[in-house]
């Protein structure tokens, strides 16, 4: 079944300390990759994204991820985090047998404390 | 400014009182979208459509119609919206006709509650 895992639910931080959110899909071949930011009261917005190329995906506000094919993993990290990330995040992908769908993973909710 | 719309913002409702929640986007996109975010479950798609008159179901379309008359407008229908339908609300629009490529625009999110 089309799927996104993100098993870290819930993850507080301090300030300055390092970030990874984990994203785990469920297909051997070739899929498109986001990431997606939701600030407290905003809207979403994309935080990066990768189709192919280097897997290495820099992307705004200091944030970058790695797609590992062989993990089937796309975590999306940063190294040091601030307040001001405080937000909720979605892994998304879309499948190469269906492209009509953006499919989400279930969000990662992300506290960082002064 | 380019920009994803959706009306109301807030809406409290009681069973069975159709109601419509409307979207509307300024950016010419092709492919749009109906989103619902529930607590321990991410962003679910409802309904997307293609293009003008091109729609079809997403995961969770039970209890829920659309219509793509017009490019810039898909609203959200719930004939007999029940309380298992409430929840927050997001229409999101792409350039492309399909997501795969393309980054998703969306809107600031309609929070329903139905009693």
């Known amino acids: 079944a089309q799927s996104v895992s993100q098993h870290n639910h819930h993850v507080i931080l301090s300030e300055a300390a390092s970030l990874e959110l984990g994203c785990n899909y469920s297909y051997g071949g070739t899929v498109n990759l986001f990431w997606y930011v939701q600030y407290p009261g905003q809207h979403l917005q994309l935080l990066l994204k990768?189709?192919?190329?280097?897997?290495l995906v820099k992307g705004i506000k200091g944030f970058e991820a790695e797609f590992i094919k062989s993990k089937f993993s796309f975590n999306l990290r940063k190294p040091s985090v601030q307040w001001s990330d405080t937000a909720e995040y979605f892994c998304a992908v879309t499948y190469p047998y269906n492209t009509d769908k953006l499919i989400f993973g279930t969000g990662t909710r992300l506290q960082v404390f002064p | 400014e380019a920009q994803v719309t959706q009306n109301p913002r807030y809406l409290i409702t009681v069973t069975g009182k159709k109601l419509t929640v409307t979207c509307s986007q300024n950016?010419?996109?092709?492919?749009m979208s109906w989103y619902r975010q529930d607590p321990g479950l991410g962003l679910r798609q409802i309904y997307y459509s293609m293009n003008v008159e091109v729609t079809d179901k997403g995961d969770v379309p039970e209890g829920y119609k659309v219509s793509r008359k017009e490019k810039r407008n898909f609203p959200l229908i719930l004939e007999s919206p029940s309380p298992n339908q409430t929840s927050l609300y997001f229409c999101?629009?792409?350039?492309?006709?399909?997501?795969?490529?393309?980054?998703?625009?969306f809107g600031p999110g309609t929070r329903l509650t139905v009693l």
């Open positions: 990768y189709f192919s190329g280097d897997p």
């Open positions: 999101a629009s792409s350039l492309a006709d399909r997501p795969s490529t393309d980054t998703q625009y």
């Open positions: 950016m010419n996109h092709e492919y």
